[in-house]
């Protein structure tokens, strides 16, 4: 199912297409991101500005940082036409995350890290027939340039999740287009916290039966990895069975579109 969109296609060259301009909102979470925040936000401005966009904004979602973060960001804000912050106190990307698809304003929303983000991804997303669009690092095309340990861990996860979950989509982490009145509702649904937001909207997009659409991509490390792979583990199991649960929810609520001939005829 792909939901029907006011907004269809973005005129990247300034071809005249007789469609109206889309409207893009760039979600960076953002947490003790002070070295390499200002670059981040100052390239991907650039390149929505090379884009021709009409209207573009690029959410900086902070929560927590220590390292004076949100004082950069705020700056960046004041400085930058585009930019807007949204923070909270307590560090969690998933209600960064959350924060940030609820300030979106424009009809197609990104979803970058301040370390992984890629403008040309979002010009090849939007010539994509989807609701999502997904960068996915394992696809035969794709080229992850990653540590060897970095990319083992992306790999395991993604088997976990296509597993546990019953998930077609290879990847639920990382870049991503959202084309906003297919999905803002189901962001606002998300109940898991942390890194897993992602994997349970992707769930969730994947149970509604939208529309969702994978391209290779070549992924640099821009710094060295921070996170400690170990300590996730436990924390992402019993995430993941979560989710699962969840899904129980999902199917037992949802419509089936066969059956809604028979619901209109009874009403
Ligand atoms: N707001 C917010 N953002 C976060 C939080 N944790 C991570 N992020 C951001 O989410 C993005 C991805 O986080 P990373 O620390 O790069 O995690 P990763 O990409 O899974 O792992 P490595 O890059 O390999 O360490 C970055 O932009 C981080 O700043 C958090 O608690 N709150
Ligand atoms: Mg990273």
């Known amino acids: 199912m792909k939901v029907d969109r006011e907004v269809t ?4 060259h300034g071809e005249t297409s007789g469609r109206p301009m889309a409207s893009i909102s760039v979600l960076i979470p953002a947490y003790n991101e002070a070295e390499i925040l200002e670059g981040t936000v100052t390239t991907v401005i650039d390149g929505l500005r090379g884009l021709g966009f009409d209207r573009y904004e690029v959410i900086v979602c902070e929560n927590g940082s220590t390292d004076g973060t949100l004082p950069l960001a705020l700056r960046l804000a004041r400085e930058i036409p585009g930019v807007m912050v949204v923070s909270l106190s ?4 998933g209600a960064a995350m959350r924060a940030g698809f609820l300030a979106a304003r424009n009809d197609v929303i990104v979803n970058f890290d301040a370390d992984y983000y890629d403008m040309d991804f979002v010009g090849r997303a939007l010539r994509e027939d989807a609701d999502i669009v997904v960068a996915a690092k394992s696809l035969a095309d794709s080229e992850d340039t990653r540590a060897f340990l970095r990319r083992g861990a992306s790999r395991t996860f993604g088997w976990f999740v296509r597993n546990m979950l019953k998930l077609r989509v290879t990847e639920t982490h990382g870049m991503k287009l959202f084309h906003r009145s297919a999905t ?12 897993l937001f992602d994997t349970e909207l992707m769930a969730r997009a994947e149970w509604s039966g939208l529309a969702i659409g994978e391209l290779p991509i070549r992924t640099v490390e821009m710094r060295h990895s921070r996170s400690g792979i170990l300590r996730r583990v436990p924390r992402t199991i019993y995430g993941l069975f979560r989710i699962r649960l969840l899904s129980r929810e999902a199917y037992r609520t949802r419509v089936r579109p066969a059956l809604e001939p028979v619901l209109q005829q009874a009403a």
């Open 90 to 93: 307590e560090p969690d990307y």
């Open 184 to 195: 803002q509702h189901l962001a606002m649904a998300v109940c898991s916290t942390k890194d």
């Open 9 to 12: 296609q973005v005129n990247l």
